[in-house]
Protein backbone atom coordinates (compact mmCIF):
# COMPACT_ATOMS: atom_id res chain seq x y z
CA UNK A 1 0.00 0.00 0.00
CA UNK A 2 1.79 3.17 -1.10
CA UNK A 3 0.50 5.79 1.04
CA UNK A 4 3.44 8.80 -0.52
CA UNK A 5 5.11 8.15 3.69
CA UNK A 6 8.70 9.22 2.70
CA UNK A 7 10.05 7.57 6.04
CA UNK A 8 10.77 4.16 5.62
CA UNK A 9 9.48 3.25 9.09
CA UNK A 10 6.16 4.83 8.78
CA UNK A 11 5.48 3.61 5.44
CA UNK A 12 6.19 -0.01 6.78
CA UNK A 13 3.98 0.55 9.82
CA UNK A 14 1.05 2.70 8.66
CA UNK A 15 -1.01 -0.29 6.93
CA UNK A 16 -0.70 -2.29 9.84
CA UNK A 17 -1.97 0.41 11.91
CA UNK A 18 -4.91 0.86 9.73
CA UNK A 19 -5.46 -2.74 10.18
CA UNK A 20 -5.18 -2.82 13.71
CA UNK A 21 -7.46 -0.30 14.13
CA UNK A 22 -9.96 -1.93 11.65
CA UNK A 23 -9.26 -5.29 13.21
CA UNK A 24 -10.45 -4.02 16.72
CA UNK A 25 -13.49 -1.97 15.27
CA UNK A 26 -14.90 -5.76 13.63
CA UNK A 27 -14.14 -7.45 16.71
CA UNK A 28 -15.98 -4.79 18.84
CA UNK A 29 -18.84 -5.10 15.96
CA UNK A 30 -18.95 -8.97 16.71
CA UNK A 31 -18.85 -8.45 20.30
CA UNK A 32 -21.88 -6.01 20.15
CA UNK A 33 -23.46 -8.45 18.30
CA UNK A 34 -22.83 -11.34 20.20
CA UNK A 35 -22.82 -10.39 23.81
CA UNK A 36 -25.31 -7.19 24.07
CA UNK A 37 -27.62 -8.39 26.51
CA UNK A 38 -25.62 -9.80 28.86
CA UNK A 39 -22.64 -7.02 28.76
CA UNK A 40 -24.63 -3.88 27.87
CA UNK A 41 -22.13 -1.57 30.01
CA UNK A 42 -19.29 -3.19 28.99
CA UNK A 43 -19.79 -2.97 25.11
CA UNK A 44 -20.46 0.65 26.04
CA UNK A 45 -17.72 1.65 27.90
CA UNK A 46 -15.27 -0.61 25.25
CA UNK A 47 -16.83 1.32 22.39
CA UNK A 48 -16.07 4.65 24.15
CA UNK A 49 -12.69 3.59 24.82
CA UNK A 50 -12.03 2.33 21.51
CA UNK A 51 -13.82 5.96 19.89
CA UNK A 52 -11.12 7.61 22.13
CA UNK A 53 -7.77 5.82 21.89
CA UNK A 54 -8.52 5.88 17.69
CA UNK A 55 -7.90 9.31 16.81
CA UNK A 56 -5.18 9.55 19.86
CA UNK A 57 -3.35 6.74 17.96
CA UNK A 58 -3.81 8.85 14.24
CA UNK A 59 -2.81 11.81 16.14
CA UNK A 60 0.63 9.78 17.31
CA UNK A 61 1.84 8.68 13.80
CA UNK A 62 0.60 12.20 12.23
CA UNK A 63 2.85 13.80 14.83
CA UNK A 64 5.90 11.18 14.15
CA UNK A 65 5.34 12.27 10.01
CA UNK A 66 5.97 15.67 10.61
CA UNK A 67 9.13 14.74 12.46
CA UNK A 68 10.67 15.61 15.90
CA UNK A 69 9.10 18.96 16.83
CA UNK A 70 5.80 17.66 16.38
CA UNK A 71 6.01 14.48 17.79
CA UNK A 72 7.53 16.37 20.70
CA UNK A 73 4.60 18.73 20.58
CA UNK A 74 2.57 16.23 21.21
CA UNK A 75 4.27 14.43 23.98
CA UNK A 76 5.00 17.95 25.41
CA UNK A 77 0.56 18.66 25.93
CA UNK A 78 0.46 15.19 27.37
CA UNK A 79 3.51 15.39 29.88
CA UNK A 80 2.07 18.70 30.96
CA UNK A 81 -1.55 17.52 31.27
CA UNK A 82 -0.33 14.38 33.25
CA UNK A 83 1.56 16.30 35.67
CA UNK A 84 -1.09 18.66 36.52
CA UNK A 85 -3.42 15.72 36.62
CA UNK A 86 -1.20 14.19 39.04
CA UNK A 87 -0.41 16.91 40.80
CA UNK A 88 -4.22 17.88 41.28
CA UNK A 89 -5.00 14.29 42.43
CA UNK A 90 -2.23 14.22 45.25
CA UNK A 91 -3.12 17.78 46.22
CA UNK A 92 -0.08 19.15 45.97
CA UNK A 93 -0.76 22.92 47.39
CA UNK A 94 3.34 23.75 47.04
CA UNK A 95 2.98 25.92 44.15
CA UNK A 96 6.81 25.98 43.96
CA UNK A 97 7.45 22.26 44.21
CA UNK A 98 4.57 22.18 41.55
CA UNK A 99 6.41 25.04 39.46
CA UNK A 100 9.75 23.49 39.68
CA UNK A 101 8.38 20.35 38.41
CA UNK A 102 6.68 21.75 35.34
CA UNK A 103 9.78 24.16 34.58
CA UNK A 104 12.14 21.16 34.05
CA UNK A 105 9.70 19.43 32.05
CA UNK A 106 9.18 22.21 30.20
CA UNK A 107 13.07 23.29 29.39
CA UNK A 108 13.88 19.33 28.51
CA UNK A 109 11.07 19.46 26.15
CA UNK A 110 11.74 22.14 24.48
CA UNK A 111 15.44 21.08 24.08
CA UNK A 112 14.65 17.54 23.21
CA UNK A 113 12.37 19.20 20.24
CA UNK A 114 15.71 19.51 18.64
CA UNK A 115 17.13 15.97 17.35
CA UNK A 116 20.70 17.90 16.38
CA UNK A 117 20.72 20.30 19.55
CA UNK A 118 24.21 18.48 20.71
CA UNK A 119 25.28 19.77 17.77
CA UNK A 120 25.55 23.28 18.96
CA UNK A 121 28.52 23.62 21.21
CA UNK A 122 26.58 24.49 24.25
CA UNK A 123 25.25 20.91 24.08
CA UNK A 124 27.74 18.95 22.95
CA UNK A 125 28.83 18.04 26.69
CA UNK A 126 25.29 15.89 26.40
CA UNK A 127 26.37 12.78 23.90
CA UNK A 128 25.30 12.19 20.65
CA UNK A 129 22.04 10.66 22.04
CA UNK A 130 21.38 13.56 24.76
CA UNK A 131 21.92 11.34 27.39
CA UNK A 132 23.20 14.16 28.88
CA UNK A 133 20.03 16.64 28.67
CA UNK A 134 17.80 14.11 30.42
CA UNK A 135 20.32 13.49 33.48
CA UNK A 136 20.61 17.13 34.02
CA UNK A 137 17.28 17.44 33.68
CA UNK A 138 16.28 14.58 36.72
CA UNK A 139 19.09 16.17 38.68
CA UNK A 140 17.70 20.00 38.74
CA UNK A 141 13.93 18.38 39.01
CA UNK A 142 15.06 16.63 42.52
CA UNK A 143 17.41 19.65 43.56
CA UNK A 144 15.05 22.30 42.80
CA UNK A 145 12.11 19.98 44.30
CA UNK A 146 14.32 19.67 47.85
CA UNK A 147 15.26 23.22 47.46
CA UNK A 148 11.76 24.67 47.75
CA UNK A 149 11.52 23.88 51.42
CA UNK A 150 14.67 24.82 52.09
CA UNK A 151 14.31 28.37 51.07
CA UNK A 152 10.81 28.70 52.86
CA UNK A 153 12.35 27.54 55.76
CA UNK A 154 10.00 25.03 57.36
CA UNK A 155 10.17 21.44 58.00
CA UNK A 156 6.28 20.55 58.33
CA UNK A 157 5.76 17.65 56.02
CA UNK A 158 8.12 17.89 54.17
CA UNK A 159 8.84 14.15 53.93
CA UNK A 160 5.61 13.61 52.62
CA UNK A 161 5.54 16.68 50.09
CA UNK A 162 8.59 16.13 48.60
CA UNK A 163 8.46 12.65 48.24
CA UNK A 164 4.92 12.86 46.52
CA UNK A 165 6.30 15.98 44.35
CA UNK A 166 9.51 13.97 43.16
CA UNK A 167 7.14 10.64 42.11
CA UNK A 168 5.38 12.82 39.73
CA UNK A 169 8.53 14.65 38.50
CA UNK A 170 9.71 11.29 37.88
CA UNK A 171 7.05 9.78 36.40
CA UNK A 172 7.39 12.50 33.39
CA UNK A 173 10.73 12.51 33.28
CA UNK A 174 10.36 8.44 32.27
CA UNK A 175 7.19 9.59 30.03
CA UNK A 176 9.72 12.33 28.12
CA UNK A 177 12.21 9.84 27.22
CA UNK A 178 9.75 9.39 24.24
CA UNK A 179 10.84 12.89 22.65
CA UNK A 180 14.38 11.37 23.15
CA UNK A 181 13.90 8.52 20.59
CA UNK A 182 14.19 10.54 18.05
CA UNK A 183 17.62 11.57 18.63
CA UNK A 184 18.91 7.77 18.59
CA UNK A 185 19.85 8.49 14.88
CA UNK A 186 17.89 9.16 11.73
CA UNK A 187 18.16 5.25 10.53
CA UNK A 188 16.50 4.04 13.97
CA UNK A 189 14.77 7.32 15.61
CA UNK A 190 11.43 6.88 14.32
CA UNK A 191 11.63 3.01 13.84
CA UNK A 192 12.45 2.94 17.71
CA UNK A 193 9.69 5.26 18.99
CA UNK A 194 6.93 3.50 16.66
CA UNK A 195 8.15 -0.21 17.95
CA UNK A 196 7.71 1.40 21.59
CA UNK A 197 4.01 2.55 20.51
CA UNK A 198 3.13 -0.69 19.16
CA UNK A 199 4.62 -2.85 21.81
CA UNK A 200 2.49 -0.86 24.33
CA UNK A 201 -1.08 -0.86 22.11
CA UNK A 202 -1.13 -4.58 21.32
CA UNK A 203 0.04 -5.27 24.99
CA UNK A 204 -2.49 -2.98 25.81
CA UNK A 205 -5.33 -3.99 23.43
CA UNK A 206 -4.60 -7.82 23.38
CA UNK A 207 -4.23 -8.09 27.40
CA UNK A 208 -7.87 -6.79 27.72
CA UNK A 209 -9.56 -9.00 24.68
CA UNK A 210 -7.99 -12.17 26.26
CA UNK A 211 -8.59 -10.83 29.66
CA UNK A 212 -12.56 -10.79 28.25
CA UNK A 213 -12.66 -13.92 26.25
CA UNK A 214 -10.33 -16.39 28.82
CA UNK A 215 -9.59 -14.67 32.27
CA UNK A 216 -10.81 -16.78 34.94
CA UNK A 217 -7.33 -16.19 36.95
CA UNK A 218 -6.85 -12.85 38.74
CA UNK A 219 -3.18 -11.52 38.26
CA UNK A 220 -3.07 -8.49 41.44
CA UNK A 221 -5.98 -8.79 42.52
CA UNK A 222 -5.20 -5.67 44.80
CA UNK A 223 -3.11 -3.58 42.62
CA UNK A 224 -5.65 -4.79 39.51
CA UNK A 225 -8.65 -6.37 40.05
CA UNK A 226 -9.51 -6.91 36.51
CA UNK A 227 -6.51 -8.25 35.38
CA UNK A 228 -5.65 -11.66 35.11
CA UNK A 229 -2.86 -14.44 34.26
CA UNK A 230 -4.54 -15.37 31.19
CA UNK A 231 -4.74 -11.89 29.83
CA UNK A 232 -1.35 -10.58 30.72
CA UNK A 233 0.06 -13.51 29.09
CA UNK A 234 -2.33 -13.00 25.64
CA UNK A 235 -1.08 -9.39 25.69
CA UNK A 236 2.67 -10.15 26.40
CA UNK A 237 2.56 -13.33 23.41
CA UNK A 238 0.98 -11.13 21.18
CA UNK A 239 2.94 -8.01 21.77
CA UNK A 240 6.14 -10.48 21.44
CA UNK A 241 4.60 -11.79 17.50
CA UNK A 242 4.24 -8.05 16.32
CA UNK A 243 7.74 -7.31 17.71
CA UNK A 244 8.95 -10.18 15.46
CA UNK A 245 6.83 -8.97 12.60
CA UNK A 246 8.29 -5.78 13.12
CA UNK A 247 11.76 -6.06 12.79
CA UNK A 248 12.26 -3.72 9.31
CA UNK A 249 11.58 -1.05 12.02
CA UNK A 250 14.70 -1.93 13.82
CA UNK A 251 16.89 -2.97 10.53
CA UNK A 252 19.80 -3.62 12.37
CA UNK A 253 18.75 -6.18 14.45
CA UNK A 254 17.26 -9.79 13.90
CA UNK A 255 13.25 -10.62 13.83
CA UNK A 256 14.37 -12.88 16.93
CA UNK A 257 15.89 -10.17 18.84
CA UNK A 258 13.74 -7.74 18.07
CA UNK A 259 11.06 -10.22 19.77
CA UNK A 260 13.16 -10.78 22.46
CA UNK A 261 13.02 -6.63 22.74
CA UNK A 262 9.68 -6.87 22.45
CA UNK A 263 9.09 -9.31 25.50
CA UNK A 264 10.91 -7.37 27.74
CA UNK A 265 8.83 -4.00 27.22
CA UNK A 266 5.64 -5.61 27.22
CA UNK A 267 6.63 -7.34 30.88
CA UNK A 268 7.96 -3.40 31.61
CA UNK A 269 4.71 -1.94 30.41
CA UNK A 270 2.69 -4.03 32.30
CA UNK A 271 5.15 -3.13 35.38
CA UNK A 272 4.17 0.79 34.54
CA UNK A 273 0.58 0.09 34.43
CA UNK A 274 0.99 -1.95 37.73
CA UNK A 275 2.85 0.95 38.88
CA UNK A 276 0.45 3.67 38.82
CA UNK A 277 -2.40 1.23 39.61
CA UNK A 278 -0.36 1.30 42.93
CA UNK A 279 -0.43 4.69 43.37
CA UNK A 280 -4.44 5.03 42.73
CA UNK A 281 -5.14 2.28 45.47
CA UNK A 282 -3.02 4.36 47.41
CA UNK A 283 -4.80 7.75 47.09
CA UNK A 284 -8.18 5.72 46.80
CA UNK A 285 -8.53 7.05 43.34
CA UNK A 286 -10.51 5.50 40.32
CA UNK A 287 -9.03 7.28 37.71
CA UNK A 288 -6.65 10.37 37.38
CA UNK A 289 -9.27 12.62 35.86
CA UNK A 290 -12.11 12.47 33.66
CA UNK A 291 -9.93 14.16 30.42
CA UNK A 292 -10.51 10.66 28.11
CA UNK A 293 -13.93 9.46 28.25
CA UNK A 294 -13.76 5.66 28.77
CA UNK A 295 -9.80 5.53 29.68
CA UNK A 296 -10.22 7.84 32.74
CA UNK A 297 -7.36 10.77 33.10
CA UNK A 298 -4.00 10.93 30.98
CA UNK A 299 -1.79 8.87 33.33
CA UNK A 300 -4.38 6.10 33.05
CA UNK A 301 -3.61 6.26 28.95
CA UNK A 302 -0.15 6.82 29.24
CA UNK A 303 0.56 4.22 32.31
CA UNK A 304 2.41 1.73 30.48
CA UNK A 305 4.70 4.06 28.50
CA UNK A 306 5.71 5.70 30.67
CA UNK A 307 7.97 2.87 31.43
CA UNK A 308 8.18 1.62 27.69
CA UNK A 309 9.85 4.86 26.64
CA UNK A 310 12.96 4.85 28.85
CA UNK A 311 12.88 1.42 28.53
CA UNK A 312 13.74 1.75 24.71
CA UNK A 313 15.52 4.79 25.21
CA UNK A 314 18.35 3.15 26.83
CA UNK A 315 17.74 0.02 25.36
CA UNK A 316 18.95 0.96 21.87
CA UNK A 317 21.73 2.82 23.70
CA UNK A 318 22.90 -0.10 25.49
CA UNK A 319 22.81 -1.91 21.61
CA UNK A 320 24.94 0.70 20.48
CA UNK A 321 22.81 2.92 18.42
Known sequence: MDLGIENEALAFAVPYIIGFIGSMYALLGLF???????????????????????????????????????WGLLVGIFAVGA????????????????AIGMIVIVATLIVGMKP???????????????AGILGLSLFLGAFGTWA?????????????????????FILIWFFIHSVFLMHLGEEIAVGASIF???????????????????????????????????????????ATLVGYLAQPLLPHLTAVETAGIAV?????????????????RDLNLKDWSQMLPGHGGILDRVDSFILVAPATYWMMLMLGF
Open 264 to 280: VLAIIGTMGDLMLSALK
Open 32 to 70: TIVKWKQSQETIRNLWKRTLVATPILVAIFTAMHFGAFA
Open 148 to 168: IPIIQDRSENVTSEVGRALIG
Open 83 to 98: HREYCSAIELEDKGMR
Open 196 to 238: AVLNVAINDSMALVFGRIFGKNKFRPVLSPKKTWEGVFGGICS
Open 116 to 130: DVTEMSAFAWAGPNA
